[in-house]
């Protein structure tokens, strides 16, 4: 069964940092494009702030670039976000997202871990 888990979420103050981890299980990592999508609030869409593929290179939304760092260790199956000088605008439930590389409909996501900038 495959398990997609985020933690690391927190209120945090202007100028702040965070490191968001996601532990995935029951899939080979090496096999998944990973992303990470936020919601700033009920009824909004999600949005896609950073995403690692398999192979390749990572991109970012314009608006968290230069400030947040997605990497993955695949031998630990694990996701993670740098966030550093986090905005008021950066409060958001934040999404881990793995999709296959081959076959995208097995794709899974986390339930979401919430982080607040707030002063």
């Known amino acids: 069964q495959v398990q997609v888990v985020e933690s690391g979420g927190d209120l945090v103050q202007p100028g702040g940092s965070l490191k968001l981890s996601c532990i995935v299980s029951?899939?080979?990592?090496?096999?998944?494009?990973s992303r990470w999508y936020r919601r700033s609030a009920p009824g909004e869409q999600r949005e896609l702030v950073a995403?690692?593929?398999?192979?390749?290179?990572?991109t970012y939304a314009e608006s968290v670039k230069g400030r947040f760092t997605i990497s993955r260790d695949n031998a630990k199956n694990t996701i993670y976000l740098r966030m550093n000088s986090l905005k008021f605008e950066d409060t958001a439930i934040y999404y881990c997202n793995a999709i296959h590389s081959i076959t995208s409909a097995r794709e899974y996501w986390g339930q979401g871990t919430q982080v607040t900038v707030s002063s």
């Open positions: 995403a690692a593929p398999s192979t390749g290179t990572t």
């Open positions: 029951g899939m080979n990592l090496n096999e998944y494009h």
